[in-house]
């Protein structure tokens, strides 16, 4: 771990947008070959590698790196592999450890339907030329001598997108990917990345002319408060606002206005559901989607916090364009969904935002806090899981709606998982699913600065910090009934 990141993986991801965005600042950034090497170089002097086998290795993964910030990916994708940087990791899944007995009944070779399996001195042997990781000989073992080992992208990724090619390249299958962001984080070998929108944002700033042509607002994650160690959230505002931003805005007012909508659809139609899920994470909404459409009507209606609160700035201000700053990789996606793409201009991530600041030489300690607009307590608890059931629930009580939450908090998507499932088979013991497809919720985003269970207690604090715990509060200047809060096309 280098300084305050918690990764090597981050760190280098960190210097490549940083140097990116300081030579879009000088004016000396393009996209030609000799560019490119140069910022590897500047990344990478060398003589010693700091990471791989020699610095070439190392050099020439950078400038995939910076081609993923300047250039635009096969088909759009958020989620992609640096094909240079995979590790190949020679793992073979399945392997005989030392607590083969030998045993008679070989139910190991029995069960293989490739033949993988032979007996070799009296000891079980696969051959993973043969081998297709099927598992049974592990489940059939009455001795457990049969270990597994996944690869770290592989176990990590919940839903089965990450798959191995015939190299052993990792590759990801879009039809199952959520774009959680579970993989990026978890390869140890920064393989797996997230398109970097940097390059984007910048030039949205620049082309605005100072706030003259168009007013770039960004609308800011309340997991923020658990990110900037030793610096208060109104002062990475305050920073935002430095960067040539025209105003800064609380995600959580949109938060406030999703509590709302959220709760008046439950009551009204949980009789007949039987049982709603929350839609502010759009992982969760992906995986219910692609794994379970019978119960795409089960979803709320309701946009995100970020959708929400983008289309009420653009409602006040026809000149606005909306930047979201957060912690999440599937926004990235989210923004581009057709029924919701009239809303957020660009998404970057809490690491890029480090990026910038760093690149901008913006000292977040020395700047006079500002504020953001001012969400409830329940709005900034959106960012932590169990924030969203917290938030309906004191909504529903506060507009006198007569329902008692019984709910599911999923924390993560293995609990989303597992909720779905008792829901297909009619043992969901709950109204309502709040679906969260991270750790911790939004403070455990794949693109988070930190990734601490501490973060939890960072949210809460800010919440408490908040002037009002009433979410009903913000309707005053955010009226819903005048702003599109569902997630679909009218005419869908």
Known sequence: MINNF????????????????KRFFIGN??????????????IIPGPKALFRCCIYKERHIIEDR????????KDNRVINVLDSACDECPIDRFVVTEACRGCLGHKCQEVCPRGAITIVNHRSYINQELCIECGRCKQVCPFNAISEV???CIRSCSVGAVKMDENRKAVIDHEKCISCGACIYQCPFGAIVDKSFVVDVLNLLKNSWNNTSYHVYAVVAPAVSSQFQGVKTEQVYAGIKELGFYDVV?????????????AKELAE????????????????VDYVEKNYPQFVDHISTAVSPMIAI?????????????VFVGPCTAKKVEMKREALKDAVDIVITFEELQAIFDAREIDLVSLEPRMAGEASSFGRNFARTGGVTESVARTLELSGLDLDVKAVRCNGIDECIKAMKMASFGKLDANFIEGMACKHGCTGGAASLLHDAKGIEMINRYGKESK?????????????????????NHED
């Open 250 to 262: 609380e995600a959580a007012i949109g938060a406030d206005m999703v509590s709302a909508f959220e």
């Open 269 to 284: 139609t949980v009789e007949e559901k039987g049982w709603k899920t929350s839609s502010c994470c759009p992982a969760f």
């Open 310 to 322: 983008a289309r009420a700035i653009k409602a006040k201000d026809k000149k606005a364009r909306v």
């Open 29 to 42: 950034l393009d996209n030609s070959i000799d560019s490119v090497r140069e910022i590897a170089e500047e």
């Open 66 to 73: 910076v081609r993923l910030v300047m250039e635009s990916t």
């Open 150 to 152: 996944k690869r770290p």
């Open 6 to 21: 918690e990764s090597n993986v981050q760190y280098i991801k960190y210097l490549v947008n940083k140097e990116v965005a």
């Open 468 to 488: 009002t715990d009433n979410p009903l509060d913000i309707l005053e200047k955010f009226p819903i009934d005048n702003i599109n809060m569902e997630r679909f």
